[in-house]
């Protein structure tokens, strides 16, 4: 048995769909969610089993939809570490607090994993061209697993998008265009040129692997935990994919017995400048409101209304979790305080995670002694402009090092 899927099913409606024609979003509007045969899947996957697999995020094959290796589409995708905050999280009363750190993926953020499942699952279908919107790293992502696949990316994205992010599209091919405006303009380009061309969408939960990739950091962090998932997960929501998988995730290994219930409290963080979740959820609602004028530093999360705003609301919510919105100084700031103390380079949005959780500490929310994981979705190096720093002096050839 290569995977245990068995169909796609709505969230909304529980309208269910077959998983081996192409499908995008149900027929109702919401996001499709791949299905397993959890009993299945335990019979064959054994933890025993697992650990003489290789260490990267295929090892999950069981509770991920591809149904031939052959069509795996891979740029490398190990394992990312959980590195132990010990200096900043002393310093802040977080004695337990620590950071997975997605940075050291392939295109050098967490957006790899779910372009390296959803390529591979296109590519299975026989999809040759997808196209999608982005603020940047899922971009680079999606263009760099389709080259790899031998398909065509179409890439639509802010045109202040980070410089880097537009490089990397260009590099890999893609055929990429800008747009003066948000993540949601380019949105708009992109659902009419699927219209018109015939390309496969692949924005943000518009097709369901996506969430898959991003499902396994949720597996890793079970695994890396001992079995034991930490008490708070801490992740920066834009499209909010991550946090739906994470959750995903955890909730298939509790059906297969492999974790208890006791499921982490699911932290959405969000930017003060772009805080559609946080609003929604200060308010009780089960979906957001678009966010008019939407400008952050940490622009991986510029996201003024994410289709899968629903689900990652009842994650909060089942979870006994919370939504915290940090301004850009505070980003800025944390950013910086971990690079110094633990020598991790956040990116900003990773950042965004720390500075909420000291928040959470000083309020009570967090607890002394409990395990806290943030999770950092991009290298620190993708935003060169982004840090704050202090100027070094300028030295003329035989100038005395003060």
């Not at 025993?48 to 090892?59: E, F, G, P, Q, Y």
């Not at 969408?201 to 396994?216: F, M, N, Q, V």
Request: aromatic residues 6%; charged residues 20%; proline residues 6%.
């Amino acid at each position: 048995m290569i995977t245990a899927a068995t169909r796609l099913t709505c969230p909304k409606c529980a309208a269910a769909y077959d998983p081996n024609l192409v499908q995008n979003l149900c027929a109702c509007g919401s996001p499709l969610l791949v299905e397993y045969d959890l009993e299945r899947a335990a019979a064959v996957l054994t933890k025993a089993l697992l650990r003489d697999r290789d260490a990267t995020m295929w090892r999950y094959r069981e509770l991920l939809p591809l149904r031939d290796p052959e069509n795996a589409v891979m740029l490398g995708e190990a394992m990312t570490p959980v590195i132990p905050l010990t200096r900043l999280g002393g310093r802040c009363g977080l004695s337990r607090l620590a950071v997975k750190d997605e940075g050291t993926l392939p295109t050098g953020s967490f957006k790899a994993r779910g372009a390296a499942v959803g390529i591979s699952r296109a590519r299975e279908l026989g999809i040759t061209t997808v196209a999608m919107p982005t603020n940047g790293n899922a971009g680079g992502a999606w263009s760099a697993y389709a080259a790899r696949a031998g398909m065509e990316a179409v890439v639509v994205m802010p045109a202040t998008a980070p410089t880097i992010n537009r490089l990397e599209c260009a590099m890999y091919g893609a055929r990429l265009a800008l747009v003066d405006g948000l993540i949601s303009d380019a949105g708009k380009i992109v659902g009419a040129a699927v219209k018109e061309h015939g390309w496969f969408d692949a924005s943000t939960l518009k097709e369901p692997y996506r969430i898959e990739g991003k499902k396994t950091m949720g597996l890793e962090i079970a695994e890396q935990y001992g079995w034991e998932p930490p008490e708070v997960i801490l992740y920066p929501a834009g499209g909010g994919v991550g946090l739906i998988g994470i959750d995903k995730a955890l909730r298939e290994l509790a059906a297969m017995g492999w974790i208890g219930e006791r499921m982490p409290r699911m932290v959405a963080v969000q930017a003060a400048g772009c805080a559609p979740i946080v609003r929604a959820f200060e308010e009780g609602r089960r979906e957001s409101t678009f966010w008019e004028n939407a400008r952050t530093v940490a622009f991986g999360i510029t996201v003024p209304k994410a289709l899968g705003d629903f689900l990652v609301l009842d994650a909060l919510y089942a979870t006994g979790g919370t939504a915290v919105a940090v301004g850009d100084a505070e980003i800025l700031d944390w950013q910086h305080r971990t690079a110094e103390a633990d020598g991790v380079l956040l990116c900003p949005e990773g950042a965004a995670t720390v500075a909420a959780a000291a928040k959470l500490r000083e309020s009570g929310w967090i607890r002394e002694g409990e395990r806290v994981l943030a999770i950092n979705t991009g290298s620190g190096l993708k935003y060169p402009d982004a840090p704050r720093c202090p100027e070094p002096p300028l030295l003329q050839p035989g100038d005395p090092l003060a």
